[in-house]
Nanobody, 121 residues
Framework: QVSLVESGGGLVQAGGSLRLSCAAS????????MGWFRQAPGKERVFIAG????????YYTDSVKGRFTISRDNAKNSVFLQMNSLKPEDTAVYYC??????????????YGQGTQVTVSA
C-alpha cells in the first residue's frame, strides 16, 4: 500500500502560480499511475490530471488544460502539479492520488490528506 503526502499549497492572487508536490512511500512507485484531484467547498472531489507510469502520457480535464502541468520523478518517488494562471474557481483542497488502473480513471485507489489552495480575486 502506498502512502502519499502533499505539500506546496497556500494563498495566491488570481493570475499567480503554485507548484504542488507529492511524496510517495511504501510501494513501488513505478507500479502506479499518479494523479491529482481537487475538492471545492460544497462539492465532490473530482479528477483534474493524471500521468502514466513512465510519464509518457498525461491527461487533463478541460477546466485546467493549458494552465496546469502534471509531472513525475520516478527516481524521487514524487509527482508534481504546476499550476499557472490561477483563478478564484481553482480554490479547493488538492489531493495527490495513485492507482494500479488507468490514467483516466474517475477514482483512484489511494489518496493523500490534501493541501489547501486558495486563490484570491
Amino acid at each position: 500500500q502506498v502512502s502519499l503526502v502533499e505539500s506546496g499549497g497556500g494563498l495566491v492572487q488570481a493570475g499567480g502560480s503554485l507548484r504542488l508536490s507529492c511524496a510517495a512511500s511504501g510501494g513501488t512507485f513505478t507500479n502506479y499511475v499518479m494523479g491529482w484531484f481537487r475538492q471545492a467547498p460544497g462539492k465532490e472531489r473530482v479528477f483534474i490530471a493524471g500521468i502514466s507510469r513512465s510519464a509518457y502520457s498525461t491527461y487533463y480535464t478541460d477546466s485546467v488544460k493549458g494552465r496546469f502541468t502534471i509531472s513525475r520523478d520516478n527516481a524521487k518517488n514524487s509527482v508534481f502539479l504546476q499550476m499557472n494562471s490561477l483563478k478564484p474557481e481553482d480554490t479547493a483542497v488538492y489531493y495527490c492520488a495513485a492507482t494500479m488502473g488507468f490514467v483516466r480513471s474517475l477514482e483512484y485507489d489511494y489518496y493523500g490528506q490534501g493541501t489547501q489552495v486558495t486563490v484570491s480575486a
